[in-house]
């Protein structure tokens, strides 16, 4: 059941907001405005007009919040970035640190944020475009550009290869093939086949999201077929040789 208004007289008066005529209401004999918008826009908190710090723009605030200095956040962060003392602190060893570990923590989840900023990130990739590829390959060629030779399938071994490979001793092969059962095979970097132990060295190339899904693939049809695969990035072998051929030794008692 709704209530009926009751009006103040038949007179109209103007809204002092948006000069629209409207009935006042019995029950506000002392009303001004047409509606609840005009009123909030009517009756707004005095304001204050002042330079931007930064850009000197004149820009306008309420003046309960007459201390803000600048004009918006675009020239906040500008002045921040430019002051040597709030860089320090904010370009400081802990705060990268801090930042690269939330980042990381962050790109490791499956939620559907993640999942749809990677699909906006894969579609700022300019190389998607045909055309933009092509001009991008043409260039490279004038410039006598050649990719990187890596290790592996028939390149010949890498530096953390061939350390490792020396480290371990007999009784581990380089490059060995094992057959998946389906017509194809996995090419393992280093294996000892007696004790069924395969090791995969992990360049910049693995950290991809892509090669993480293959390497994992990987790693799940190898361990299908009783393999036990162990992985480490060349990183590891060149600055920690040692504690890598342990873990291996290790992996073999077990």
């Known amino acids: ?10 007179t109209p008066r103007l809204c002092e907001h948006c000069g ?34 930064l850009c000197r723009e004149p820009f306008t605030v309420r003046i309960s ?19 040597p003392e709030i860089r320090a602190v904010i370009w400081s060893a802990e705060s990268r640190a ?11 989840k499956d ?7 990677r699909k906006r990130i894969a579609a700022l990739n300019m190389m998607h475009i045909p055309e933009v590829r092509a001009k991008v390959s043409a260039t490279m060629k004038e410039r006598g550009h050649k ?28 490059e060995m093939n094992i057959p998946t059962g389906s017509g194809g095979y996995y090419s393992i970097d280093i294996a000892n086949k ?37 992985r480490f990035w060349n990183q590891e072998v060149t600055d920690s040789l040692p504690s890598v051929v342990d873990r291996i030794r290790s992996a073999c008692m077990t």
């Open 20 to 53: 629209k005529t409207y009935f006042p209401l019995q029950t506000k004999p002392n009303q001004r405005f047409c509606c609840r918008k005009c009123w909030v826009n009517g009756i707004k908190a005095p304001t204050v007009t002042k330079p931007c710090e």
């Open 1 to 10: 059941m709704t209530r009926k208004k009751i009006y103040l007289s038949d």
């Open 147 to 174: 990719p990187q030779v890596r290790g592996g399938r028939g390149a010949g071994m890498t530096v953390p290869q061939s350390m490792l490979l020396s480290a371990l001793g007999d009784g581990f092969e380089p």
């Open 65 to 83: 919040r007459s201390h803000i200095r600048f004009c918006g956040q675009s020239c906040a962060a500008k002045w921040r970035m430019s002051t």
């Open 111 to 117: 939620t559907p944020s993640t999942r749809r900023n």
């Open 98 to 108: 801090k930042s690269s570990a939330s980042l990381k923590a962050y790109w490791a």
């Open 194 to 230: 007696a004790k069924l132990i395969a090791i995969e060295l992990d360049g910049r190339s693995h950290r991809t999201m892509s090669r993480k899904e293959l390497d994992a693939r990987k790693t799940a049809r190898l361990e299908s077929l009783g393999w036990k695969v162990l």
